[in-house]
């Protein structure tokens, strides 16, 4: 296919800008910006300057799908508005990538991956953490059977530190109404996609949230959760933006062996016996499986792994190459978010699949309370408006 994919970016700010910088050097082949949409005009008019290109300029998103020369849209605007911008999308038959989280709450996600289903068209999600090879390899190595039967995972992950600057540099950040939540939608997101995608979905949550305990936020900016799975494993998730010179460890441990990864090395432990075999089969009361210990692979780069979700994005409507990242398996990390919170509000264990609808007036609850000012679908600025849904 020699003709380029035509690409509609929606949602100028820090990611849209990135994207649309992306194209415009020349690091996506097989596709070109064709239009750009914002609801503020000083932003296209300061991407414009930053950006040249013969795109087109539109001041919303939903004038953009409808009128735009594009066959597919990024969709890089604030969370609660990504999946009625992304069905609008598949409404009119253009593919689709959208910016992480794919929505707030998971009955918004769902009706955006029913459209996605019913259009045929690609969906994508940027999820570019799973294209760092580190990561690549933790999931390869549990498929394998390298670590056996999962046993316990913990990973602790509090490097997203952020003073009170950062979150008063937005109407948005850090409300119920603007962002609909705060590490966890917003950082930790990533690490909580991950994190099912490597061990799959836990049956029971319960968590511990602070809210506003570092900052002057409504939402939540430090979460300890514990997680139980089918088989019996547990897990443990720890993330904080209130954690100076924080860390980023994760442990997954099996019948056979663990995955440590930290600071850009991954290094595997292999038992010679099946812990569970060894238990019971052990001829002495202290002992342990022979363990061999080795590095499998170290981070010695710092590529933008977005680069490779838009090329993937783009080859894959091409018929290059299969998708890497399917959008509707955003719902998982949204699944654990939603869990993850209301656990915290209700004090009390979750059990997966949850109520939805509870999760859903819960949320609601605490938007219409939302004390600072916040930027509605319409663009204008006003503690009363709606969006997303409320």
Known sequence: MDKKVKIGIIGTGNMGSVHLGFFQSGKVDGGIVTAIADLDPLKLQKVKEMYPGEYKTY?????????ADVDAVIIATPHYSHPALAIHAFEKGLHVLSEKPTGVYTLQVKQMNEAAAKSGKIFSAMF????????????????????????????????WFRTQHYYDSGSWRATWLGEGGGVLINQAIHQIDLLQWFTGMPVRVRAFCGFGKHHDVEVEDEVTAYFEYENGATGVFVTSTGESHGVNRLEIIGSRGKILLEG????????????????????????QPQMTEREVMKMTDSFDRHIYVLRNFVAAIRGEEPLFVYGKEGINSVTLMNAMLLSSWLDREIELPFDEELYFAELQKRAQKSGKKHFCAAGIEDNTCSFGGF
């Open 264 to 287: 850009g090395s991954l290094k595997l432990y292999e038992y010679q016996t099946d812990e569970s075999e060894f238990i019971r089969t052990a001829q002495s009361s202290f002992a």
């Open 128 to 159: 570019n953490q799973r294209e760092n090879p580190l990561h690549k390899k933790v999931r390869e190595l549990i498929l394998n059977g390298a670590i056996g039967q999962l046993k316990r995972v913990n990973w602790e992950i509090t490097n």
């Open 59 to 67: 001041p919303c998103g939903e004038e953009l799908i409808d009128k």
